[in-house]
């Protein structure tokens, strides 16, 4: 354990602060990186692209670490995992879908556990004239089918990026990002072993996604939080823990 370094990797339109539940949860001896995605507070602008995201995250990432991403975070977790797979030794995936959107029966690659297309297009609309309520309105999205909601609500309002420290044009990528990245045809080059966490009730990555990801990644095992929505590791940070020490010790 001492050494080992985890590197925690956000959603969007949220800070780091965001871990802060479940860091006095983790093991000791652990290395725990924080970084900021592109655009959420102080990080260098960067081409509006998921490997251009996980490239300005490179720096955070020694050889052999563990990586833990959650919703965005998920995603470009998953395309580190396969174009620097020296770097990343394990991957802890949290509500992660390697497809956000739906895509329709009537083309080649259907896939049917994800939001719509039109739900996406308006937050993306949205954010363009209002970007203060939409991000409000998406932790509220997160927040829905949680025992614990209320807790879980105040965690993700208080670490909600702060608009006039932000990139605006780089959060907005972000959005786009969710609504056309694709990266299930990449998925058995991810060979590192990976824990899937989810929560049953999440209103906005269906548990399916995390099913169907548990049977496409060569080496991975899923957790299922009967009483989560979108954010287990705020409503049930000890259990997440213990799941990612399980997985570091593996």
Same mark, same amino acid.
């Given at each position: 354990?001492?050494?080992?370094?985890?590197?925690?990797?956000?959603?969007?339109?949220?800070?780091?602060?965001?871990?802060?539940?479940?860091?006095?949860?983790?093991?000791?001896?652990?290395?725990?990186?924080?970084?900021?995605?592109?655009?959420?507070?102080? /990080? +260098?602008?960067?081409?509006?692209? $998921?490997? %251009?995201? @996980? !490239? &300005?995250?490179?720096?955070?990432?020694?050889?052999?670490?563990?990586?833990?991403?959650?919703?965005?975070?998920?995603?470009?977790?998953?395309?580190?995992?396969?174009?620097?797979?020296?770097?990343?030794?394990?991957?802890?995936?949290?509500?992660?879908?390697?497809?956000?959107?739906?895509?329709?029966?009537?083309?080649?690659?259907?896939?049917?556990?994800?939001?719509?297309?039109?739900?996406?297009?308006?937050?993306?609309?949205?954010?363009?004239?209002?970007?203060?309520? /939409? +991000?409000?309105?998406?932790?509220? $999205?997160? %927040?829905? @089918? !949680? &025992?614990?909601?209320?807790?879980?609500?105040?965690?993700?309002?208080?670490?909600?990026?702060?608009?006039?420290?932000?990139?605006?044009?780089?959060?907005?990528?972000?959005?786009?990002?969710?609504?056309?990245?694709?990266?299930?045809?990449?998925?058995?080059?991810?060979?590192?072993?990976?824990?899937?966490?989810?929560?049953?009730?999440?209103?906005?990555?269906?548990?399916?996604?995390?099913?169907?990801?548990?049977?496409?990644?060569?080496?991975?095992?899923?957790?299922?939080?009967?009483?989560?929505?979108?954010?287990?590791?705020?409503?049930?940070?000890?259990?997440?823990?213990?799941?990612?020490?399980?997985?570091?010790?593996?």
């Amino acid at each position: 354990m001492k050494g080992r370094v985890l590197v925690l990797l956000h959603g969007w339109g949220l800070g780091p602060q965001v871990w802060a539940p479940l860091m006095p949860h983790l093991p000791a001896g652990l290395c725990v990186r924080t970084p900021a995605l592109p655009g959420h507070g102080g /990080t +260098l602008a960067c081409s509006p692209t $998921l490997e %251009a995201w @996980g !490239d &300005a995250l490179l720096p955070e990432l020694p050889d052999g670490a563990v990586v833990c991403g959650w919703s965005l975070g998920g995603l470009i977790a998953l395309d580190l995992a396969q174009r620097y797979p020296r770097k990343v030794a394990r991957l802890v995936l949290i509500d992660t879908s390697p497809c956000f959107v739906t895509r329709p029966e009537n083309i080649a690659a259907p896939w049917p556990h994800g939001l719509a297309a039109l739900t996406v297009t308006g937050f993306i609309d949205d954010f363009a004239h209002d970007p203060a309520a /939409t +991000l409000r309105r998406f932790v509220a $999205l997160q %927040a829905l @089918g !949680d &025992a614990r909601r209320r807790t879980v609500s105040n965690a993700l309002n208080a670490a909600l990026v702060n608009l006039e420290q932000c990139d605006r044009n780089m959060l907005a990528s972000g959005l786009e990002l969710l609504a056309d990245t694709d990266r299930r045809a990449a998925l058995d080059d991810v060979r590192q072993p990976v824990q899937l966490i989810h929560g049953a009730g999440d209103a906005l990555m269906p548990l399916t996604a995390a099913e169907w990801l548990a049977t496409r990644l060569p080496d991975a095992r899923l957790a299922r939080f009967d009483d989560c929505g979108h954010a287990p590791f705020l409503s049930r940070p000890e259990d997440c823990a213990a799941l990612i020490e399980d997985l570091v010790r593996g």
